[in-house]
């Protein structure tokens, strides 16, 4: 095996994991403690009833936290995300005034989630350009695409079958139908990332995208692909969003991008790419839900909430930053001693001592 083969070798996913176990770790010390203590203090938070809506509440954030981390794993972003759910809605709605059946909506919607995905891949992949500016421009694309559609309006006459599912629960209990399929892409998306070969090309991608290249992994195809799946899960949770609220509107998940963005960055994914864990990234979702449920509650205003988030997501950048920084410090300040001692212990005539 050559010099550069080696380097670019995938660092391998569960050496990453016990880099990030201690954050991961404090990130879920931390949920726990929050669920325990606003239980105790937030009326009516401990609720099963309340439970039930804080699953519901943190579906959409969690699901497109999934596609999210592999993006931002492999040093790039998407902040469309949130207008392809806004879009997607307002495409059903116009469909079902247009008289097409749910059956076929809901498929047609995803597809289009995934074709968005597609548009911001191109330009990125295929054009080469910044995804940060690219999703940018299409966040605002997105949107405005859906005003045109809707405009002001809203589309709120879908059937109760479909409607009831979306906001029921199983067997009469307080879990929320929603659990089975979060929990089977949570563990798609596990295992995609952290025991598949696709999982290393995008640990190796984020560590060093021209080695990975090097290495012989498909950098721009893997990443386009994953900006596919981001939209097309996207598209999923705008098919949810509409049939929870029973309502298909423009403004459906309105800067809902930057929950996200902080949930998977306050789960202990690196925003320079290649560290991360969907363990992390699940607590800091359930964190930050339950944050957000506490403090609505609390009848804590929502400007609130946004600088909440805002706080979150900067600490979520600063913390591990500064935790590297001190510990190179601390590097610099070892070796030295250790030159100085070796130099210390050779005699005058350069031979070691015997």
């Not at 597809?111 to 299409?138: D, E, Q, R």
């Not at 992390?280 to 839900?289: E, K, T």
């Not at 600088?307 to 410090?329: D, K, M, Q």
């Amino acid at each position: 095996m050559s010099a550069e083969s080696a380097s670019a070798a995938p660092p391998s996913p569960r050496l990453s994991f016990g880099r990030l176990a201690t954050w991961d770790v404090g990130v879920v010390v931390v949920t726990v403690l929050t669920l325990v203590i606003a239980s105790g203090t937030v009326e009516q938070f401990g609720t099963t009833r309340n439970f039930s809506f804080l699953i519901l509440d943190l579906t959409p954030i969690l699901v497109l936290a999934l596609p999210m981390t592999l993006i931002i794993m492999t040093g790039e972003i998407d902040l469309s995300v949130a207008s392809t759910v806004g879009l997607t809605s307002a495409l059903m709605g116009e469909m079902w005034n247009n008289g097409l059946p749910l059956e076929t909506i809901m498929p047609l919607g995803v597809l289009a989630g995934a074709v968005l995905g597609l548009v911001n891949g191109f330009f990125v992949t295929v054009l080469g350009l910044p995804s940060l500016a690219v999703t940018i421009g299409t966040l605002a694309l997105y949107r405005g695409l859906a005003y045109v559609l809707l405009g002001d309006t809203a589309v709120a006459d879908f059937p109760r079958d479909f409607t009831g599912w979306a906001i029921g629960s199983m067997n009469g209990t307080w879990v929320p139908n929603v659990v089975i399929p979060i929990v089977v892409l949570i563990v798609v998306f596990t295992i995609v990332l952290h025991a598949t070969p696709v999982g290393r090309s995008i640990h190796a991608i984020g560590a060093n995208d021209t080695a990975a290249s090097f290495a012989g992994i498909p950098v721009e195809r893997v990443k386009l692909w994953l900006y596919v799946v981001s939209g097309a899960v996207a598209g999923l949770v705008g098919v949810f969003w509409t049939l929870r609220y029973s309502s298909a509107r423009a403004d459906n998940a309105d800067g809902l991008e930057l929950t996200v963005v902080a949930a998977v960055l306050l789960g202990g994914v690196s925003i320079f790419g290649g560290k991360g864990t969907m363990s992390g990234v699940i607590a800091g979702v359930v964190l930050l839900a339950s944050l957000h449920n506490a403090l609505r509650l609390a009848d804590v205003s929502a400007d609130a909430l946004t600088i909440v988030t805002g706080s979150l997501l900067i600490l979520s950048v600063l913390v591990p930053n500064l935790t590297g920084a001190v510990r190179a410090g601390l590097d610099r300040r070892k070796r030295p001693r250790r030159v100085r001692g070796a130099a210390a212990d050779t005699p005058a005539g350069g031979a070691p001592p015997h």
